[in-house]
């Protein structure tokens, strides 16, 4: 069982920065890929970005290429999102989210555990 907590959302002017944190419980975390997610009201959760378990290179959606970066610190068990040159179509609820995969993973439905979500707005 591997639960998750998202924090770091706010409000923030378009051409800033945010950097979203995922806490996860579970000495199991370094076993998990883990995926950021985003919805906004009215549409699909929609692929942001994913990394796997041992970390390295990071595979993202076009519209963030170049943007937002992700990481992830296995002996603190959080994963990062780093969000750079924030447009206001980034405004959202992010979630992180958790894929027992040793694989790199995009689908919404490979992964087995979410978080609550952190909103992020992009004004402009």
């Known amino acids: 069982q591997v639960q998750l907590v998202e924090s770091g959302g706010g409000l923030v002017q378009a051409g800033g920065s945010l950097r979203l944190s995922c806490a996860a419980s579970g000495r199991t975390f370094r076993t998990y890929a883990m995926g950021w997610f985003r919805q906004t009201p009215g549409k699909e959760r929609e692929f942001v970005g994913a990394?796997?378990?041992?970390?390295?290179?990071?595979y993202y959606t076009d519209s963030v290429k170049g943007r937002f970066t992700i990481s992830r610190d296995n002996a603190k068990n959080t994963v990062y999102l780093q969000m750079n040159t924030l447009k206001p179509e980034d405004t959202a609820v992010y979630y992180c989210?958790?894929?027992?995969?040793?694989?790199?993973?995009?689908?919404?439905?490979?992964?087995?555990?979410w978080g609550q979500g952190t909103q992020v707005t992009v004004s402009s």
């Open positions: 989210a958790a894929a027992y995969r040793l694989v790199l993973v995009t689908a919404l439905s490979e992964y087995d555990y």
């Open positions: 990394i796997r378990w041992s970390g390295g290179s990071a």
